[in-house]
């Protein structure tokens, strides 16, 4: 089976071009506030799911923002030459974990501003989330990038000689990164849905770690495929280093609240 990328304009209006991939990020975004307050109103049950609408602003702008600055810091050489690309998200340039960190400080700002538990909003975000990364990797398909290396197995990805590698220009097939990082997202999805309906009430902020844990486990062997990655640290790409340090701070704070359940439950 050959995936190829029919272009990144999905059609032009007023001959101003809808890029498929603006249309994704906004369906991503609508998914991950839609069933952040569908799994919000299941599990907890405290009449506050509504809030999620407003709360979602909050996080939204700021995971939005956080993802583009995290990008343009790692490419930090192609735009401090084109300072002005910076504000030009049309056409991609975003990167998940920025998104994430500014995300949780919305979360953050948002359950102080409404009084709402801080944790249940990092876990039922975390659902929704890993939904939208899941939908929104197929934004890079139509962009023809985050693809692995040269591959011709039975799932593999047309690249135009535009966007192919240095060195790589006489190779038209590569893995399907994007693909390989789309499917793994929908299996997180899927298991964080077992866990927070099953362990959200008692152990709130749980299903967050198991998210942060299992989505860098799954980053780490992507990226180490992909040909595209920005800025790599003795080999080992920027955004592998991050995902191990995102995995042992989930890891620890996850130790942590069992910990501290423990000590509450014995006091």
């Given at each position: 089976m050959i995936l190829k990328s029919p272009g990144d304009t999905a059609f032009t209006l007023f001959n101003f071009p809808v890029y498929y991939y603006g249309i994704i990020l906004a369906a991503a975004c609508f998914v991950a506030v839609f069933i952040a307050k569908v799994v919000y109103d299941k599990v907890y049950k405290d009449g506050k799911a509504d809030l999620i609408w407003e709360i979602s602003p909050f996080v939204l702008i700021l995971g939005i923002l956080g993802a583009r600055l995290y990008y343009c810091l790692v490419n930090f050489t192609y735009?401090?030459?084109?300072?002005?690309?910076?504000?030009?998200?049309r056409g991609g340039g975003m990167s998940i974990h920025g998104g994430i960190i500014a995300g949780i400080a919305g979360l953050w700002l948002a359950s102080r501003k409404y009084k709402i538990s801080f944790l249940r909003l990092l876990d039922v975000f975390s659902v929704g989330t890993v939904l939208a990364q899941s939908i929104g990797r197929w934004g890079n398909f139509f962009n023809n990038e985050a693809f692995g290396g040269p591959y011709d197995g039975l799932v593999k990805l047309f690249i135009p000689l535009s966007h192919r590698p240095s060195g790589l220009e006489q190779v038209q097939y590569f893995h399907p990164a994007f693909l390989y990082e789309s499917a793994a997202d929908?299996?997180?999805?899927?298991?964080?849905?077992?866990?927070?309906?099953?362990?959200?009430?008692?152990?709130?902020?749980?299903?967050?770690?198991?998210?942060?844990?299992?989505?860098?486990?799954?980053?780490?062997?992507?990226?180490?495929?992909?040909?595209?990655?920005?800025?790599?640290?003795?080999?080992?790409?920027?955004?592998?280093?991050?995902?191990?340090?995102?995995?042992?701070?989930?890891?620890?704070?996850?130790?942590?609240?069992?910990?501290?359940?423990?000590?509450?439950?014995?006091?």
């Open positions: 735009y401090f030459q084109h300072p002005l690309e910076i504000f030009y998200i929908f299996v997180i999805f899927l298991v964080l849905l077992f866990i927070i309906n099953n362990f959200g009430v008692k152990h709130e902020g749980i299903t967050l770690c198991i998210y942060l844990m299992l989505y860098s486990a799954a980053r780490f062997f992507v990226e180490g495929i992909r040909l595209d990655s920005a800025m790599n640290v003795s080999g080992i790409h920027i955004a592998q280093i991050i995902s191990v340090l995102i995995f042992l701070f989930a890891m620890a704070f996850m130790f942590y609240l069992l910990y501290k359940k423990k000590r509450t439950l014995f006091n």
